[in-house]
T-cell receptor, first 114, second 115 residues
Framework: GAVVSQHPSWVICKSGTSVKIECRSL??????MFWYRQFPKQSLMLMAT?????????EQGVEKDKFLINHASLTLSTLTVTSAHPEDSSFYIC??????????FGPGTRLTVL | AQSVTQLGSHVSVSEGALVLLRCNYS??????LFWYVQYPNQGLQLLLK??????LVKGINGFEAEFKKSETSFHLTKPSAHMSDAAEYFC?????????????FGTGTRLQVTL
């Protein structure tokens, strides 16, 4: 099956700094990628839909200026958490849409903000 | 609005025993339903999906699920658990065509398989 990677898998940062998370489709091109956030013992919550070459579509309640999404190529989407605070600590998961429409998920990135 | 409820955040079964993971959904339109599995440090993998047609859906690794509209359920079963089935399982619902549309996930059920 198609493989999606995320980097880094785990990051710790100080409050106020920015963190960039990469999502790559390794063996296929994805015009659409999705970014999810998962709190402990809670659902995956869709944050935004990332479309190659255009602006991301954010879900209600997600601050687009805080969670910057860039989808500059067909194999890479990045999520930047700007001015991170402890409440941003979470597990961030991306998925990439394949040609047949199925979503392939990355392994996730655990962000801890001190 | 759609929602998914997974009863039991943690299920433990003996190897060889029946696996039953419960999922109930809420949807104002005919739903598309999915089960995903997540192994430690790996991404979510699609186990099976229901869109239309036969209500009993067979997936990978011997899992199957049955869509019951009257009960708004889509429970996941496997006749005989294997140690390798230990993982986190997520039920999800979508109201749009295909698996590329927005997914609403349940909170997940961690399956433990004991000897």
């Amino acid at each position: 099956g198609a493989v999606v990677s995320q980097h880094p898998s785990w990051v710790i940062c100080k409050s106020g700094t920015s963190v960039k998370i990469e999502c790559r489709s390794l063996d296929f091109q994805a015009t659409t990628m999705f970014w999810y956030r998962q709190f402990p013992k809670q659902s995956l919550m869709l944050m935004a839909t990332s479309n190659e070459g255009s602006k991301a579509t954010y879900e209600q309640g997600v601050e687009k200026d805080k969670f910057l999404i860039n989808h500059a190529s067909l194999t890479l989407s990045t999520l930047t958490v700007t001015s991170a605070h402890p409440e941003d600590s979470s597990f961030y998961i991306c998925s990439a849409r394949g040609l047949a429409g199925e979503q392939f998920f990355g392994p996730g990135t655990r962000l801890t903000v001190l | 609005a759609q929602s998914v409820t997974q009863l039991g955040s943690h299920v433990s079964v003996s190897e060889g025993a029946l696996v039953l993971l419960r999922c109930n959904y809420s949807s104002s339109v005919p739903p598309y339903l999915f089960w995903y599995v997540q192994y430690p440090n790996q991404g979510l993998q699609l186990l099976l999906k229901y869109t239309t047609g036969a209500t009993l859906v067979k997936g990978i690794n011997g899992f199957e699920a049955e869509f019951k509209k009257s009960e708004t359920s889509f429970h996941l079963t496997k006749p005989s658990a294997h140690m390798s089935d230990a993982a986190e399982y997520f039920c999800a619902v979508s109201d749009e065509t295909g698996t590329a549309s927005k997914l609403t996930f349940g909170t997940g059920t961690r399956l433990q398989v004991t000897l």
